[in-house]
């Protein structure tokens, strides 16, 4: 069956460090993809989607996202974080024939430290 | 263009109860796909109505059923609710055929005491 992993639960960074997030999908195809970003009490905001073409995509926010087909990953990333960035971020999936349907990741909640 | 706009935000319903949960679709959009959110379970797909048409349906009991109207607004419905219903459900609209750019409105939480 199709899945996401997201190997990260939990991930702590200091404001400005660098942040990278990983997602890894099992499908035999080349899926949608997409993150999003959840805060506390929210719903899900788009940050950014490949669907073809170039592998790095740039999002809202400055974040930017890398399709490896090699490793079947599309890991998210920031140079800098801000401490505005604290929230959950999810990978999500949308797979060819599945019309709109995502199929998510666990997320992985990001705590930034002052 | 208005975002995805759900109501009620909040809700807190006793068990046995039912419940109707609606969503109003960004304009233009004619897909409305709903999820239910929980610590436990993480996100989950419910379904997926199209141009009034459920075209994708996930693993969950007969008790959650949903439409869509003409105007594609959805409802979805939980009849004969458990405590194990609580959760944030989230509604998305996106415009015609797969994989296009899915938004997601604020969700309504329910609380099944």
């Known amino acids: 069956a199709q899945s996401v992993t997201q190997p990260d639960i939990h991930i702590t960074v200091s404001e400005g460090a660098s942040l990278e997030l990983r997602c890894n999908y099992s499908?035999?195809?080349?899926?949608?993809l997409f993150w999003y970003v959840q805060s506390p009490g929210q719903g899900l905001q788009l940050l950014l989607k490949?669907?073809?073409?170039?592998?790095l995509v740039q999002g809202i926010k400055g974040f930017e996202a890398e399709f490896k087909r090699s490793q079947s990953s599309f890991n998210l990333r920031k140079p800098s974080v801000h401490w505005s960035d604290a929230a959950e971020y999810f990978c999500?999936?949308?797979?060819?024939?599945?019309?709109?349907?995502?199929?998510f990741g666990a997320g992985t909640r990001l705590a930034v430290h002052p | 263009k208005a975002g995805v706009t759900q109501t009620p935000r909040y809700l807190i319903k006793t068990r046995g109860q039912q419940v109707t949960l609606s969503c109003s679709p960004i304009s233009g959009h004619r897909s409305v796909s709903w999820y239910q959110q929980t610590p436990g379970q993480g996100l989950q797909f419910l379904f997926e109505y199209f141009s009034e048409t459920q075209r994708n349906k996930g693993n969950f009991p007969g008790r959650f059923s949903g439409r869509q109207f003409s105007n594609s607004r959805s409802e979805m419905n939980v009849s004969t609710l458990e405590l194990g219903d609580s959760a944030l459900y989230l509604c998305?609209?996106?415009?015609?055929?797969?994989?296009?750019?899915?938004?997601f409105g604020e969700g309504s939480w329910l609380t099944v005491v």
């Open positions: 998305a609209s996106s415009d015609s055929g797969s994989g296009n750019t899915i938004y």
């Open positions: 499908y035999g195809a080349t899926p949608y």
């Open positions: 490949y669907f073809s073409g170039d592998t």
């Open positions: 999500a999936v949308v797979i060819s024939g599945g019309y709109n349907k995502l199929i």
